[in-house]
């Protein structure tokens, strides 16, 4: 899709979570380069004003910051009142962090919170907005699977479970509301270099970059239900979908023993 075909099919304005850092931060820079408005929602308020205030000197867009932690029950629907008059015509759903380890030696209370977060603010800020954008006819909706999203992943089990909960949901809305003239994407990507890998005590060899991420994910938007944007989410995705179900949760098992993290 073009440049100025994104902006016709979901602009005027583009709301990002997760906008305050690694991959949301590299979708909202390339939707402002595109001239879309942004609304950045993230947890930092401060880091977010700083970046309204560089992209507004930078790109001819207007910047609005809602700073809230969307893992709380509450936050998105004040998140929707507080949107009800702006003419969302794109929804980029980044928010999100995982884990590593031994699901029995994870905090209960930080599993449970990353369910939330990945998964159900994700349903109700979708739901929300697919409700406004069906009654326009257009839209678009972006969400984050990943490529441990396909099968179980021992030592990643509750976020892997997340991001495959994103991908049936994505998968599942998006023949729905395909009719209705609204464009539902699943991100699915490898390892990404952004702060996720340490905020989650993971380390990683090679990485994409949240740049290609982001623009991979708005070229294939409108054409596909699923991008896996790098060379190791294709080429390992590809790989793990000739196995058997018990043969990928084993693979991933592997994988995810050697992101954890030394001494972490
Ligand atoms: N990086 C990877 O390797 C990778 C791979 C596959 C899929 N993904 C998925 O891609 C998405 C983006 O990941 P990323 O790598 O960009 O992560 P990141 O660099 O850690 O950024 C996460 C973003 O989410 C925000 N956030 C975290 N908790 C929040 C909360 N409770 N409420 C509101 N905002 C919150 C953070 O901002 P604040 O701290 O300011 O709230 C930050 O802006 C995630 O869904 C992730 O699961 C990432």
Same mark, same amino acid.
């Given at each position: ?85 702006? %003419?969302? $015509?794109?929804? =980029?759903?980044?928010?999100?962090? !995982?884990? +590593? &380890? ?5 905090? @209960? /209370? ?68 395909? %009719?209705? $003239?609204?464009? =539902?994407?699943?991100?699915?990507? !490898?390892? +990404? &270099? ?5 905020? @989650? /005590? ?63």
């Amino acid at each position: 899709m073009t440049k100025s075909t994104l902006i016709d099919r979901y602009g005027p304005t583009a709301l990002v979570t997760g906008a305050s850092d690694g991959i949301g931060r590299a979708f909202a820079v390339q939707l402002a380069e595109q001239g879309f408005d942004l609304i950045l929602v993230a947890r930092r308020e401060e880091v977010l004003q700083d970046m309204a205030a560089d992209i507004g000197s930078r790109f001819d867009v207007s910047v609005r910051v809602l700073a809230m932690d969307l893992s709380d029950r509450a936050s998105v629907t004040d998140l929707l009142a507080q949107t009800e008059a702006a %003419p969302v $015509g794109l929804v =980029v759903a980044a928010a999100g962090f !995982g884990s +590593v &380890g031994a699901f029995h030696d994870q905090d @209960a /209370g930080s599993e449970i919170n990353m369910v939330d977060l990945n998964c159900r603010a994700v349903v109700a800020l979708s739901h929300g907005f697919a409700r406004r954008m069906v009654a326009q006819n257009r839209g678009g909706i972006v969400l984050f699977g990943s490529l441990v999203g396909f099968s179980g992943a021992p030592m990643s089990a509750t976020y892997a479970a997340t991001k495959g909960f994103v991908q049936g949901f994505a998968e599942g809305i998006a023949a729905e509301l395909r %009719p209705h $003239g609204v464009d =539902v994407l699943s991100v699915a990507p !490898g390892p +990404v &270099g952004t702060g996720f890998a340490s905020r @989650a /005590g993971m380390q990683m060899g090679q990485a994409a970059t949240p740049d290609i991420v982001a623009r991979a994910s708005l070229a294939a938007l409108g054409r596909r239900t699923t991008v896996r944007p790098g060379v190791l989410a294709k080429g390992l995705g590809w790989s793990l979908a000739m196995l058997p179900r018990w043969g990928r949760v084993r693979v991933m098992g592997v994988i995810m023993k050697g992101m954890v993290r030394k001494g972490g």
